[in-house]
Nanobody, 125 residues
Framework: QVQLMESGGGSVQAGGSLRLSCVAS????????MAWFRQAPGKEREAVAR???????YYHDSVQGRFTISRDNPKNTLFLQMNALKPEDTALYYC???????????????????WGQGTQVTVSS
């Protein structure tokens, strides 16, 4: 059974930093794309950052230069380092994993087979 467990969310002031973690179990972690999505109230869930099995990374324009996605394959852990946080970054953040190989890691949420429960990030001005 595949499980993804996020941690690291919290409340910070604008300009602050947070580091999200996602531990995967029951899953061939290193072979497939993984991603961080976020969903704010009343908005669609959007792909914030994605990373493929080779370590190539892709970012939403709104977080480029501020967020960094990385993976520690031996530890089956995905990370999202978030710096220079803005109030508009406030959302529920989800870890997601694909169940088949893709080199480009789609932004479409339907391409991802496994999801964590989400961790809340709140940024105050």
């Amino acid at each position: 059974q595949v499980q993804l467990m996020e941690s690291g969310g919290g409340s910070v002031q604008a300009g602050g930093s947070l580091r999200l973690s996602c531990v995967a179990s029951g899953y061939s972690y290193s072979r497939y794309c993984m991603a961080w999505f976020r969903q704010a109230p009343g908005k669609e869930r959007e792909a914030v950052a994605r990373i493929n099995s080779g370590g190539s990374t892709y970012y939403h324009d709104s977080v480029q230069g501020r967020f960094t996605i990385s993976r520690d394959n031996p530890k089956n852990t995905l990370f999202l380092q978030m710096n220079a946080l803005k109030p508009e970054d406030t959302a529920l953040y989800y870890c997601a994993a694909m169940g088949y190989y893709s080199s480009s890691c789609p932004t479409n949420r339907d391409a991802y087979d496994y999801w964590g429960q989400g961790t809340q990030v709140t940024v105050s001005s």
